[in-house]
């Protein structure tokens, strides 16, 4: 399953989408949209219908980013994606408080509750459209890479949650073999993908970890640690020292009283 900090938007284009969640399952029709709340985790199914192949399109939050990801189905019925981007914005940051406020909002069944979630959905799609029309796109250095490598850095960055995240995986959404992907990545980062995919995650966690109000465990899960043990390991044997004592260490003193 899927576990993000942030919630998501799921817009189906085509076909449907069967979602499992811990407490609950449904599924998610041609032209009918989702919150998946924070921190609630998640499975997808991709199902084709009859004329009707599979498209959906997922919104997702990063920091100041607003990720964009078009999926079609895969021969195992798993979402795939064929294209992914980021985009970013002052408005980036309003429109994650209107989707949190929308999934707060889904839980209350009074009309009143049910008007307000429209509204705030509305006002998502408003900024992801604005976004989207001025072709913000989230800052990339300039480079030459391998147009598959370049590809493959976007899906990672989109994909990162998810623990089966692969060599394999990626290659297949990429059209490619996994050792063609392997070696046209080591050729222009001097680095496995296994490698890059782990040192990213890292990163991630670094980063998150910054926020004392997060849990270790749910950082792990959102950066794609299929435990929390692994994730302990790889962080110690990267920074020198466990996650909660590094989460420790960022926390502001207490003020001291004098006199």
């Not at 209107?98 to 799609?125: H, I, M, N, Q």
């Not at 976004?131 to 850095?153: D, G, T």
């Not at 980062?189 to 004392?212: E, F």
Request: glycine content about 6%; aromatic content about 8%; some cysteine.
């Amino acid at each position: 399953m899927m576990f993000h900090l942030d919630p998501e938007l799921f817009l189906q284009a085509s076909g449907s989408t069967e979602f499992s969640c811990p407490e609950d399952r449904f599924t998610l029709r041609r032209n009918e949209i989702a919150i998946i709340p924070r921190g609630v985790p998640h499975g997808e199914v991709a199902r084709e219908r009859r004329g009707s192949r599979f498209r959906a399109l997922v919104f997702c939050f990063h920091g100041h980013e607003l990720t964009l990801i078009v999926s079609r189905s895969s021969p195992d019925s798993r979402p795939t994606v064929v294209f992914c981007d980021s985009f970013e914005g002052p408005e980036v940051p309003q429109a994650l408080r209107y989707l949190e406020d929308a999934a707060a909002a889904s839980l209350k069944t009074s009309p009143t509750g049910e008007a307000r979630r429209r509204a705030l959905v509305f006002a998502v799609l408003s900024v992801m459209d604005d976004l989207l029309a001025s072709a913000r796109l989230a800052h990339r250095a300039q480079s030459h890479e391998h147009p598959k490598v370049r590809h493959c850095h976007d899906l990672i960055q989109a994909l990162l949650p998810e623990p089966q995240l692969s060599v394999a995986s990626l290659a297949g959404q990429l059209g490619c073999t996994p050792d063609h992907l392997s070696r046209c990545f080591r050729a222009e980062t001097g680095m496995p993908v296994s490698a890059y995919i782990r040192n990213q995650r890292l990163a991630r966690a670094k980063g998150l970890l910054q926020d004392p109000k997060l849990n270790v465990s749910e950082i792990a899960w959102a950066c794609g640690f299929s435990s929390l043990n692994y994730f302990v390991r790889a962080f110690r044997q990267a920074m020198g020292q466990p996650p909660r004592r590094f989460q420790r260490t960022l926390a502001p003193a207490a003020p001291t009283r004098e006199g």
